[in-house]
């Protein structure tokens, strides 16, 4: 699976926020969004609107290939109940994301990393798709040689990401287990999403 390798500080200053939880925020020194005239914000129609929510989903889950995403989409369509949130607690699942938001990794693309070089495990068993969908009561680990890794160890103390309700980290930290599926109002987005709009795109995408 292709793994996304394009300009990060390039997208979180375009949304004003260190969308990725980098250490090194690279708004500090560049608050202004990318170009002559970031600074500048034009209103936008209802095409820009949507096309900027979806930007903004694939970059909060570790930039999903437009292909990755509309997969998701439908999916979430053919399930029962409201199709945004369907699609939010799909991509929230993904093992990448489940990775980081249990502070195994630093950012989600780290998760990404760990999972695709074959270091994580789910109920004890490798598994190397970052986006395979974790479902409620598996258990999430660390491999045993990384759990020493100076960047992961970091991770995992660094408590200023608080690991959401619908997790359970273990009390060494090195795995946690998905309790439950999350409810959007349970996600701790970095920025305001709006997946209504988002879905209204992909609706209209061949």
Do not use: W
Request: hydrophobic share 35%; proline share 6%; aromatic share 6%.
């Amino acid at each position: 699976m292709a793994r996304y390798t394009g300009p990060k500080n390039r997208i979180a200053r375009k949304f004003g926020v260190n969308i990725f939880a980098r250490a090194r925020n690279p708004l500090l020194h560049k608050p202004n969004p990318p170009g002559v005239h970031g600074a500048k914000r034009k209103k936008k129609s209802d095409y820009g609107l949507q096309l900027e929510e979806k930007q903004k989903l694939r970059a909060v889950y570790g930039m999903l290939s437009n292909k990755q995403l509309l997969n998701s989409y439908y999916k979430a369509l053919k399930k029962e109940g409201a199709t945004a949130d369907n699609l939010i607690q799909a991509l929230e699942c993904r093992l990448d994301s489940i990775v980081f938001r249990l502070r195994l990794a630093p950012t989600i693309f780290a998760a990404q990393q760990l999972i695709s070089h074959g270091h994580i495990l789910i109920n004890g068993k490798k598994v190397d798709r970052k986006s395979f969908l974790v479902k409620p009561s598996m258990k999430i680990s660390l491999k045993e040689k990384i759990k020493s890794n100076t960047i992961i160890k970091g991770s995992m103390e660094n408590t200023s990401r608080d690991i959401p309700e619908y997790l359970e980290i273990t009390e060494d930290k090195t795995s946690g287990v998905l309790n439950s599926n999350p409810l959007p109002d349970q996600i701790p987005h970095p920025l305001t999403l709006n997946v209504t709009l988002v879905c209204e795109f992909l609706a209209h995408t061949n």
